[in-house]
Nanobody
Framework: QVQLVESGGGLVQSGESLRLSCTASGVLFSISLMGWYRQAPGKQRELVATADRRGGTNYADFVKARFTISRDVPKSTVYLQMNNLKPEDSAVYYC??????????WGQGTQVTVSS
């Protein structure tokens, strides 16, 4: 059974940083894409960033130049370094994995709260 374990969320002040991590374990067909989505109260879940196996990355416009996604392929781990956090970044952040068979997996979510 595939399991995604997230860590690194918390409460910070505006302008501070956090680093999220997510490690996949279990029977997993080769991972193609790893990334992060977020969902704020009353809003739809939205893409934050993704990283593919070759190191290619994709970012939402609202986090470019502030967030950096990285991936440790052998460890099946993805990181999200979040700098200069803003109150509008407050949300539950979800780890996302897609294997090469296009099956998707989601983490349980980790809360990020940014106070002004």
């Amino acid at each position: 059974q595939v399991q995604l374990v997230e860590s690194g969320g918390g409460l910070v002040q505006s302008g501070e940083s956090l680093r999220l991590s997510c490690t996949a374990s279990g029977v997993l067909f080769s991972i193609s894409l790893m990334g992060w989505y977020r969902q704020a109260p009353g809003k739809q879940r939205e893409l934050v960033a993704t990283a593919d196996r070759r190191g290619g990355t994709n970012y939402a416009d609202f986090v470019k130049a502030r967030f950096t996604i990285s991936r440790d392929v052998p460890k099946s781990t993805v990181y999200l370094q979040m700098n200069n956090l803003k109150p509008e970044d407050s949300a539950v952040y979800y780890c996302y994995i897609q294997d090469i068979g296009k099956t998707e997996y989601w983490g349980q979510g980790t809360q990020v709260t940014v106070s002004s």
